[in-house]
């Protein structure tokens, strides 16, 4: 049975393809001549863009630079301001550790004389 489909498909495909008119190709058109001009306008028009683009990726290369040269300079302030602000605490920091320092000694010499004037009547010789 499985042949008899095949060779029923294959005599309806023949009959099919003999039975149908060849399409008749029309003739070729006449070949129409070269026009330079509008070439020669898309190639000057190609140029201008080019160019353009070149001009365009310039101006934001420029401006890339003048960003990075403005976000480094104003990192170098922010840094110069930091240290600044830093040099001044220290300062601040040491002379409140001077005075500390002054007034503890003072405390100390005032503790000392009083300790050597009450040391020095029970020293003294008595009469």
């Known amino acids: 049975m499985n042949k008899s489909v095949l060779i029923a498909a294959i005599v309806a495909i023949g009959l099919a393809a003999c039975g149908k008119e060849e399409v008749k190709v029309a003739p070729a058109a006449p070949v129409a001549p070269k026009v330079e001009a509008p070439a020669a306008a898309a190639v000057d028009a190609a140029k201008a863009a080019a160019g353009a683009a070149v001009d365009a990726s310039k101006d934001a290369a420029g401006k890339t630079?003048?960003?990075?040269?403005?976000?480094?300079?104003?990192?170098?302030?922010?840094?110069?301001?930091?240290?600044?602000?830093?040099?001044?605490?220290?300062?601040?920091?040491?002379?409140?550790?001077?005075?500390?320092?002054?007034?503890?000694?003072?405390?100390?010499?005032?503790?000392?004389?009083?300790?050597?004037?009450?040391?020095?009547?029970?020293?003294a010789p008595k009469k």
């Open 65 to 123: 630079v003048e960003a990075a040269k403005d976000a480094a300079g104003k990192t170098v302030e922010a840094a110069k301001d930091a240290a600044g602000k830093t040099v001044e605490a220290a300062k601040d920091a040491a002379g409140k550790t001077v005075e500390a320092a002054k007034d503890v000694a003072k405390d100390a010499a005032g503790k000392a004389v009083d300790a050597a004037k009450a040391a020095a009547p029970a020293a």
